[in-house]
């Protein structure tokens, strides 16, 4: 089983809303990360979590918060959202850092379309 | 530092001819290369990767990239474009030790009947 699993697929909120966006993979990847992804453009990385700690977070405002609960989950909660905000939020995971090669190649979920009005 | 460079944002070929895409990359260390698909409103999707070994790397749905360490190229050819290929192409360079994966900015494959 390859697969990562994003929920919800579609959401809209208001900038004064609290919502959460969600990832599950089950294969035993160690590695598990947050991208945000605009229009016509590659994805940019936000967090990377790795043995559930926090490892990269590439300068991502206060109004994104992640978590890792476990090695399966990861959230993204978002609080007093802009706009500008509204993309595609793209979850990955990956193998843990002594799987060699492996390690480097990501296996991505469908996404979550966040609209802010 | 890493970055990857794709040649042309948009290319069309009709259906059944050579489809090739091209990513140019930069690196201080040996890469690792990926080409990703990505279809309207999915996720990215591995096609191939490159990390060690053979430099020509078959991949899924008929695709496959060499790669060239003297040219810093890792281009991505199919021989018969088939409708169901028009999505956005990302190439892509990380290192053997980190997280981060280097995108391309991406190329949109059209498909003409």
């Known amino acids: 089983d390859t697969e990562v699993t994003q929920t919800p697929k579609h959401l809209v909120m208001g900038m004064t809303n609290k919502k959460s966006l969600k990832c599950e993979q089950h294969?035993?990847?160690?590695?598990m990360y947050w991208y945000k992804q605009k229009a016509k453009k590659p994805p940019e990385l936000m967090f990377v979590?790795?043995?559930?700690?926090?490892?990269i977070n590439e300068s991502v405002p206060s109004r994104f918060s992640p978590e890792c609960p476990n090695s399966s989950l990861l959230n993204l909660h978002l609080h007093a959202l802009q706009p500008e905000d509204s993309a595609l939020y793209l979850c990955?995971?990956?193998?843990?850092?002594?799987?060699?090669?492996?390690?480097?190649?990501?296996?991505f979920g469908a996404g979550t379309r966040l609209s802010v009005l | 530092a890493q970055s990857v460079t794709q040649l042309g944002s948009h290319v069309s070929v009709s259906e059944g001819a050579l489809v090739l895409l091209r990513c140019n990359y930069s690196s201080s260390v040996p890469p690792y290369l990926f080409w990703y698909v990505q279809y309207p409103n999915q996720g990215l999707h591995l096609l191939l990767k490159?990390?060690?070994?053979?430099?020509l790397v078959k991949g899924i749905n008929g695709f496959e990239a060499e790669f060239k360490k003297s040219e810093t190229s890792f281009h991505l050819t199919k021989p018969s474009a088939h409708m169901s290929d028009a999505a956005e192409y990302f190439c892509a360079v990380s290192n053997t030790g980190g997280f981060k994966t280097i995108f391309g900015a991406g190329t949109r494959l059209f498909v003409k009947a």
């Open positions: 990955a995971s990956s193998q843990p850092a002594s799987g060699g090669a492996a390690k480097n190649i990501q296996y």
């Open positions: 979590y790795s043995y559930e700690k926090l490892s």
């Open positions: 490159y990390t060690t070994g053979a430099t």
């Open positions: 294969m035993g990847h160690r590695a």
